[in-house]
């Protein structure tokens, strides 16, 4: 098995709606904001090379959205997924499987892009199957009042239109079996209805992508909680029980819109659960 990061583009968020009812003078020590409150967002993805799969996490937001729409998001850097990509030798045709975490448009948006002459949508990996899970996507596709905004028809109904939409635990098309128990997965509720957290063993590690669980080194203090959340008080028991577990093993977290630490390892301290080391891509890969 080789793993591969992939840009697909970083933005800003604002930090007071990532860090939730956490006082900006705490969280602005390791989030700094700019002037218009917005800290530093990435959308890392994760390819995996394992026989002849090749399965990405993850697509970040795409570009088919109107110009009014990602003025909201400041993007920033000149990272993109087909550069990324042809970064590592590969091109978004070879792509065998699309692993969403969840469908919120900044995790699931470069899935589906604008056809040749613009009048409708076609998944962005022709090749792909796109995997979720059918709770999740019950969830998505008939959204709550709270969630509406994240859940996009325009992201969505193309993936099943097109016939290589794909669930998590179908009899026929189960993922981790067909990953070779290579791949576990961790499903979560308080961010959004069963969030998927893949678990990768790589080599003799356990590569945790933390995608929404933990979006920032920042958030490891249990009460540094997204204001996205829909469920916090939930999101508070399933984030300290995780980081007990990857303190104790060991885990290697992979951060999804960390900007700035790509990848963390965390100790056991008197105040709980803390930072332990941080690691660049190159360092890692």
């Avoid at 990532?18 to 006082?23: D, E, K, S």
């Avoid at 957290?197 to 080599?203: A, C, D, G, L």
């Amino acid at each position: 098995m080789n793993l591969f990061p992939i840009e697909a583009g970083n933005f800003k968020l604002d930090g007071g709606a990532m860090f939730g009812v956490v006082p900006k003078t705490l969280w602005n020590k390791t989030n700094p904001a700019d002037g218009n409150n917005m800290i530093d967002i990435a959308a890392r993805c994760l390819l995996i090379e394992n026989g002849d799969r090749l399965t990405l996490i993850d697509t970040g937001m795409g570009n088919k959205q109107s110009e009014k729409f990602f003025s909201y998001y400041y993007k920033w850097g000149d990272f993109n997924i087909d550069e990324s990509l042809k970064k590592h030798g590969f091109h978004r045709d070879d792509i065998t499987d699309v692993f969403m975490t969840h469908l919120h448009f900044d995790h699931c948006g470069g899935s589906v892009q604008w056809n040749k002459d613009r009048t409708g949508y076609e998944p962005a990996f022709k090749n792909a199957y796109f995997w979720t899970n059918k709770d999740h996507w019950k969830w998505a596709t008939e959204p709550n009042r709270r969630e509406k905004a994240s859940f996009l028809e325009e992201n969505l109904l193309p993936m099943k239109e097109s016939g290589q939409l794909k669930f998590i635990h179908e009899p026929s098309s189960d993922f981790s079996e067909a990953e070779q128990m290579d791949f576990g997965i961790l499903f979560v509720d308080g961010h959004t209805d069963k969030q998927m957290i893949p678990h990768i063993k790589y080599k003799d590690k356990t590569l945790v992508f933390m995608a929404d669980l933990l979006p920032t080194a920042g958030h490891l203090p249990l009460p540094f909680v997204m204001g996205y959340d829909t469920r916090p008080l939930l999101t508070l028991p399933e984030k300290e029980k995780f980081l007990d577990k990857a303190a104790e093993n060991n885990y290697y977290l992979f951060l999804e819109h960390d900007a700035h630490n790509p990848i963390i390892t965390v100790k056991n301290t008197e105040k709980g659960v803390r930072l332990n080391e941080t690691f660049s891509l190159t360092e890692f890969f």
